[in-house]
């Protein structure tokens, strides 16, 4: 497992965190969300990234069955996911940023795949950036050691915490973690004091039905918490699925309606939370 395996820097981001942001996405993650619009996060390990809208079959055939190497390739349609970068590297690119960061009360947010599974990396980086006074955010779904989430969260501005599927076997069954873990380090944090915001990912089918909304309103309300967001499911991130010959899932699933959502919307007002849709 690579420690410091990333695979995308998007910069000028105006969303996860406040202001003008850097977000720095780790590859690999402990989760399998059948919803999941980065496939490209979820192994630890390099791909190859096959565009065949920019394939010209220049050997015959297409991207899917290509022999040649990306270096290679006429028109960037293969690209290998996955560069190992260093601290100082990081760093290096995140300075370029600063002063955006300055002027908008912006920072740098965390987030992959799963950036938890990148251990004590993190938490080195996340050092590195607070020593040159940069707010930072984490995007995490919190299945992970106890013992890493708090040595990052000591290095948190922010923490936009996801909360999936309450039901602990369906949890296990649909996304691969143990949602009695993911409570525990959530409330571990809330009494450590940090900020934390939590989010749900509203996917039809699997996050949106009553009683999930409800054990998470319920819980979120029994950490003291005012400020709930969510990110209604949409399918921009499907056509990502054939570039690396994948099967994508959840391809008949249809995003939730406006009226669908300003429902769950209503629902958590009536229990006193501040709802933003969206996450910005």
Known sequence: MKNNF???IQRYSLHDGGGIRTIIFFKGCNLKCPWCSNPESQSFEQELFKRESLCIKCNGSNCHSCTIVPEQCPT??????????????????VKKDMIFYESTSGGVTLSGGEPLCQ??????LLKGLKALG??????TAGFSKWE???????????VLFDLKIMDRKKCLKIVNADMDVVKDNFMRLTEKGV???PRIPLIPDFTMDEDNIEAISDFVSSQGLKEIHLLPFHQFGSSKYDSLDRKY?????????DEEIENIKKYMEKRNL???????
Do not use: Q, R, W
């Open 119 to 124: 251990g004590e990396f993190i938490v080195d």
């Open 134 to 139: 940069i707010h930072t955010a984490i995007e």
């Open 6 to 8: 990333i695979f995308n």
């Open 274 to 280: 501040y709802v933003i849709i969206g996450g910005k």
């Open 76 to 93: 960037g349609a293969l690209e290998i996911v996955g560069t190992e970068m260093s601290l100082d590297e990081i760093i290096h690119e």
């Open 195 to 197: 900020n934390i915001i």
């Open 148 to 158: 890493v989430l708090d040595k990052a969260s000591d290095y948190l501005d922010l």
């Open 249 to 257: 899932e959840l391809e008949n699933i249809t995003p939730p309606t």
